[in-house]
């Protein structure tokens, strides 16, 4: 049975609850280290998939996509937002173009 994007989130939530300490999960310590600290760790994984995607190999650009979604996972669960509500954004994008979609957004 292939792992999911679900089965990620359960994992993160898990040791995220579980009574382990920092010592033995890399979950928990981002999460013990705060949002800041997590979003930080997610902006270099994002930096990190971008340099792979333009400049290394496809195995390299596959494990740094892995690291960038578990980040953005870990971040997810660390302010209280479950995939499913990412996913209902998304499905809420579908019924229009891309660009009609981005057009329609508030600007900051």
Known sequence: MPFTLHDLE??????????????????????????????????EEAIETVLAAVGEDRERLIAE???LVYHLVVVLQARGV????????????TGQSGLEEKASRKQV
């Not at 040791?15 to 010592?23: K, N, V």
């Not at 479950?82 to 499905?91: H, S």
């Open 10 to 43: 359960q994992r993160v939530k898990e040791r995220a609850s579980a009574s382990a300490g920092a010592e033995v999960s890399y979950t928990r310590k981002l999460l013990d280290r705060g949002i800041a600290h997590c979003a930080k760790k997610l902006g």
């Open 65 to 67: 996509a892995a690291d």
């Open 82 to 93: 479950a995939l499913a509500e990412v996913e209902a954004a998304l499905a809420a994008r």
